[in-house]
């Protein structure tokens, strides 16, 4: 499971280094898509899987299903850490995050997402505010 927060800078060639903390629990390599909020998701390659199998499930007569495959698929990509755990974001990716120095690592149960600094304390600062209501409001769960 992951979990914390993290602060790194995209490089100069544009990678970002993923914390050692949690590409132990991530193994080779990863994937990376469009996130909700404008953020990327990452996934481990078997949580990738179980993703996959759930899409195929979808009806493809629905367009607002074809929309959301086209956009998830299309902006994935599959990458290994180099040796000093950096990846290498495509454009598309970095675009649709906003990235473009300062980056904040989330881990989020069973994905991670990069956020640009900018976009995660717009987000974090909206969704402070109304914490408890957002707690209220989940259903059967007890915390």
Request: some cysteine; charged content about 30%; glycine content about 6%.
């Amino acid at each position: 499971m992951f979990m914390g927060e993290y602060h790194h800078n995209l490089d100069s060639k544009g990678r970002l280094i993923i914390p050692a903390k949690l590409r132990s629990q991530i193994g080779e390599e990863m994937v990376f898509t469009r996130g909700m909020e404008g953020c990327i998701f990452g996934y481990t390659i078997e949580v990738w899987h179980e993703i996959e199998a759930k899409l195929a499930q979808l009806p493809l007569t629905k367009r607002n299903v074809r929309s959301f495959m086209r956009l998830f698929y299309s902006g994935a990509m599959e990458c290994e850490f180099d040796k000093q755990g950096r990846v290498n974001l495509t454009t598309t990716l970095k675009m649709h995050a906003g990235l473009t120095k300062e980056c904040v690592i989330v881990g989020v149960s069973n994905r991670i997402e990069i956020w640009s600094k900018k976009r995660w304390e717009d987000f974090s600062a909206e969704a402070n505010q109304s914490y408890d209501d957002i707690a209220e409001n989940l259903d059967d769960i007890e915390l």
